[in-house]
């Protein structure tokens, strides 16, 4: 059984070797096969223009074909070379040879008179391309012909190029004379030129830039831009020039920037409108573009946050200058170096956002309003402003109301004060407790009308309340009325209205027996009776 096995084995791998050496040889016959095909296609075609192509390479040619062929750019194939040479001749020879695969072969003629004809034939994957002469015996002509052709074609069209350009062109010898121009210079020279219209163009053409820097070096090029005054133009025209150096001559080509030009003129004025602005402005402005770079700051900037002119003149991102921003003590830092950097990113964030406005309160006192806009294109403008004068005078003017709060409160006479349009903005802890109001409560009649009515609705009947709209609009300032009022609950109460400057009003209200100071709220049915009367 081992013996079998072994047996079957050795066969197999004899038979896999056969195989396998019997494709090498149809491989190796069939190269063979194309390179005599190839071989046999040439024969007898050394001294004739001959082209062998395998579909778009070109596989052989005899040296007389290969000289009439330029060499490949881009992304051209041989096939594309070889057709950009013979249409000339052969306006139709694409369309043509696309069916020479099933014509097997074909003639095609050039359309002039006694030119030259191309014998194609396909056979076993090649297609041969022979070109013959029409009437003449000698090929030299039939070659010089094409090259002159296909020279002619190229001088046509780099003539077109340079006539329709509207791109300035001219050629200058060493000394700057022009020797060679396209016509849109021609035109732009004629119109420099204040002879009459009906004179012939003069040559060579005006010089109409010069001093032009010219390379040193073959290939080297140099850049520059110029400008133009023509005779009838108040504004001058701006070229931006490239000039180059071809052996002893310098080529030149001009393109217009003028509208270029006056927008970047345009645009430094403005500039600098915008600068001279924001110098005279005590807001700090920090302008970021984009890339996160300082793009534009003001002197304020530099006052404000002590950062040096030259720091901030080196554009530095967001994150240096909130980081030298830091080290100079300049921003509310938080305790942990990980919180600082989350409210950095935070900053950013919001700002993008439009919505970044904060009070910065800084360790040396100062107070600091940064707000943070979103700009175009994704820039950022960050306005730094000093609020510490404005928070120091808001808090003075609270620790005084505060003082004046505890002194009315010190006083046993009920008082409160009214604005202009009649607000309640300032009342005592006696007149919470003569009018029974919780000094936390949020009252919803807090206008001089509404406490008029808390004031008759507690008290007993008096002509006062008939004519109290009449008493308080009639009053000047430093001017009153006074009288006795009695509550519900039996006490007499003497009241004040007087006139403030500016238009408000305060009213006092003092109870005359001493030993009901203290009182508990009217009765339910008390207040019941009075609202019913």
């Not at 040479?85 to 002039?112: E, N, R, Y």
């Amino acid at each position: 059984m081992p013996e079998q096995n072994i047996f079957e084995l050795l066969f197999v791998t004899a038979v896999a070797t056969i195989g396998t050496s019997f494709v090498l040889a149809l491989l190796a016959l069939w190269q063979g096969r194309g390179r005599q095909t190839a071989r046999m296609l040439m024969r007898e075609a050394e001294d004739s223009i001959v082209f062998l192509f395998d579909d778009t390479d070109l596989v052989d040619a005899t040296p007389a074909a290969r000289a009439l062929l330029p060499r490949k750019t881009g992304r051209q194939t041989d096939w594309d070379v070889f057709l950009s040479v013979f249409s000339h001749h052969f306006p139709d020879i694409a369309a043509k040879l696309s069916s020479l695969a099933g014509a097997g072969q074909m003639v095609l003629t050039a359309p002039i008179l006694g030119g030259p004809s191309l014998d194609a034939e396909f056979w076993d994957g090649f297609a041969r391309l022979r070109l013959r002469e029409g009437e003449a015996t000698d090929m030299a002509p039939v070659i010089d012909r094409i090259t002159l052709a296909a020279m002619e074609d190229e001088l046509e069209t780099l003539r077109g190029l340079s006539t329709d350009s509207p791109q300035l062109i001219w050629k200058q010898d060493p000394a700057g004379i022009v020797t060679w121009a396209n016509q849109a210079y021609l035109d732009l020279a004629d119109s420099c030129d204040v002879r009459s219209s009906d004179s012939s163009p003069a040559w060579p053409p005006k010089t109409l830039f010069k001093g032009l820097p010219i390379p040193v070096e073959d290939r080297g090029r140099q850049v520059m831009r110029a400008s133009l005054h023509l005779p009838d133009e108040r504004e001058p025209l701006v070229y931006d020039i490239t000039s180059l150096r071809r052996g002893m001559h310098s080529v030149h080509f001009g393109i217009d920037v003028t509208a270029i030009a006056r927008a970047e003129i345009t645009q430094r004025g403005y500039v600098q409108t915008m600068a001279q602005t924001f110098a005279q402005l005590s807001v700090g402005l920090a302008i970021f573009d984009r890339g996160q770079r300082l793009m534009t700051f003001n002197p304020a900037l530099v006052e404000l946050t002590g950062l040096p002119a030259s720091f901030l003149s080196s554009r530095p991102s967001i994150q240096m200058v909130l980081d030298r921003l830091r080290e100079a003590r300049m921003l509310p830092e938080p305790k942990d170096y990980a919180t600082w950097r989350e409210a950095v990113s935070a900053l950013e964030a919001e700002a993008q956002q439009g919505s970044y406005c904060e009070t910065w309160n800084l360790p040396n006192g100062q107070t600091f309003s940064v707000t943070g806009r979103p700009h175009p294109d994704g820039a950022l403008a960050f306005l730094f402003e000093d609020i510490t004068a404005e928070v120091s005078l808001t808090r003075r003017f609270r620790a005084e109301i505060e003082i004046e709060r505890s002194a009315l409160d010190f006083m046993t006479e009920a008082v409160a004060v009214f604005s202009p349009l009649g607000t309640l903005i300032l009342r005592n802890a006696a007149y919470g407790q003569l009018w029974y109001l919780d000094e936390d409560e949020s009252l919803d009649e807090t206008d001089l009308q509404g406490q008029a009515r808390l004031w008759q609705d507690r008290c007993a009947p008096s002509p006062l309340w008939s004519g109290l709209q009449d008493v308080l609009g009639a009053m000047r300032p430093q001017e009153g009325h006074d009288g006795t009022l009695c509550l519900t609950d039996g006490r007499q109460v003497e009241y004040r209205f007087a006139g403030l400057t500016g238009g408000g009003t305060v009213v006092a209200f003092r109870p005359l027996r001493s030993d009901t100071a203290t009182l508990a709220p009217p009765k339910d049915h008390d207040r019941t009776l009075r609202v019913g009367t």
